[in-house]
C-alpha cells in the first residue's frame, strides 16, 4: 500500500456517478412507438459494459430486420408506455417516416 502515500485525502470529493436505470432493472433497447425513425439503446445502469455488447448486437439485429437470437419483447420501450401515455395524453401518435428518395432527374 505504498501507493498511498501520494494520495491527497484532503483534497478528495465525492461524486455520485449517477447512471441511467430503468425500474425493472432492464435496459430499453428498440424502436420508439413515437418517432419511427428513433432507437433506444440504453438504461444499462451501472452494467453499461457488460450488457453493452449483447445489447448492441440485439439493436443491430432489430434494425437491420433481421431475426435476432434474443427474444426483445422484454428489453422494448413500449414496455413503459402506460406510465408515458398517463403524463403525455395530448401528444398525437407518431406518423411513420420515409426515408428521402434521390432524386432521378439530371
Known amino acids: 500500500l505504498w501507493h498511498l502515500r501520494y494520495l491527497d485525502f ?3 470529493q ?7 436505470q430503468t425500474p425493472d432493472d432492464l435496459p ?4 420508439s ?10 438504461g444499462h445502469g451501472h452494467l453499461g459494459w457488460t450488457r453493452g455488447a449483447g445489447s448492441a448486437a440485439l439493436l ?8 435476432p437470437t434474443l427474444d426483445p419483447t422484454p428489453y422494448a420501450p413500449s414496455r413503459f408506455l402506460p406510465v ?3 403524463l403525455f395524453r395530448e401528444l398525437p401518435p ?9 432524386s432521378t432527374s439530371t
Open 84 to 86: 408515458w401515455r398517463r
Open 14 to 20: 465525492g461524486f455520485p456517478c449517477l447512471r441511467p
Open 94 to 102: 407518431a406518423e411513420p417516416s420515409t426515408p428521402p428518395q434521390p
Open 60 to 67: 443491430a439485429s432489430l434494425m437491420a430486420g433481421d431475426q
Open 33 to 42: 412507438d413515437r418517432v419511427t425513425n428513433v432507437w433506444y439503446n440504453c
Open 28 to 31: 430499453v433497447i428498440g424502436r
Open 10 to 12: 484532503k483534497a478528495a
